[in-house]
């Protein structure tokens, strides 16, 4: 079904999962971080021959359950690349498995993603 409704709207774009123009810096993919509280995300976004309009960090564990999400607007014309810098509280009573999307809106309307799973150890 969703393919039949890429093909009915051509005028949007798709998701490009992996974006090169995303790089993550923390966490790295399938790392066991041994905090027991505190998550923090470093990425870094560069586009070439666009710029970011905005951007979303969404974290999730393997049932698909919301763990973080923050969304935010960029007026970055003049940036060459935009730096993510955020952190959450998360309480661990056990080893927990993550996956971590960070998916940017540019300005010539393509949205790209990336995903990195990642751990959380008690």
Known sequence: MY???????????E???DAPEITVL???SHQVIKDKDSVRIEAT?????TWVTS????????HNKLIFNA???CDCKSLTQVEIKQ????????????LLEI????????????QIPFVIAN
Do not use: H, M
Request: glycine share 6%; net charge positive; hydrophobic share 35%.
């Open 15 to 17: 998701k490009e999962v």
């Open 71 to 73: 969304q935010r607007g």
């Open 45 to 49: 976004v560069k586009p070439s021959n």
């Open 3 to 13: 393919l039949a409704i890429a093909w009915l709207f051509p005028a949007c774009k």
């Open 26 to 28: 923390s966490p790295k």
């Open 103 to 114: 998916e940017a809106l540019l300005g010539d309307g393509r949205k790209i993603r990336e």
């Open 55 to 62: 951007y979303t960090l969404t974290v999730k564990n393997k």
């Open 87 to 98: 952190s959450f509280l998360y309480e661990v009573d056990k080893t927990s498995d993550l």
